[in-house]
């Protein structure tokens, strides 16, 4: 596996660990209340893995808008993933992660940057990885 990519295996797909996640997870917010993450953390039977997904709301902007913000933030968790991925493989735990918007809409930032948002997803991956 790369060590700096972002597999399909890696993101959550299933209804089933949607609903698992939104009902069960934590929800944490980063220290500027830009962005928000809900995360599970369960023991797995095999090697521990980390999968996530970025949700949006559709008020937040334009489609154009809303699906770079999705791309940003899968970038910014891609070069940040290593730390927390090596904690969950360490101790066999399975970690799902949705990232979403807390105060970040298209009227407060209209061209969003990975220079914007990188400091704040590397907020949230700290916390959680002082959660294990």
Do not use: C
């Not at 399909?8 to 928000?36: A, M, V, W």
């Not at 891609?78 to 970040?104: E, M, Q, T, V």
């Amino acid at each position: 596996m790369k060590k700096f990519g972002l597999l399909k295996e890696e993101r959550i797909k299933s209804k089933k660990q949607f609903d698992h996640l939104y009902s069960t997870g934590k929800k944490i917010i980063s220290k500027n209340k830009r962005l928000k993450a809900v995360y599970n953390l369960t023991d797995s039977p095999g090697m521990g893995e980390v999968k996530i997904a970025v949700a949006i709301h559709k008020k937040a902007g334009t489609a154009v808008w809303r699906n770079r913000f999705k791309r940003i933030i899968r970038e910014a968790y891609r070069l940040n993933k290593h730390g927390i991925l090596d904690d969950a493989k360490s101790k066999s735990k399975l970690l799902l992660i949705a990232f979403s918007s807390n105060s970040l809409n298209q009227k407060s930032f209209k061209k969003i940057k990975l220079d914007d948002v990188m400091p704040d997803v590397i907020d949230l991956i700290g916390q959680i990885k002082s959660a294990f």
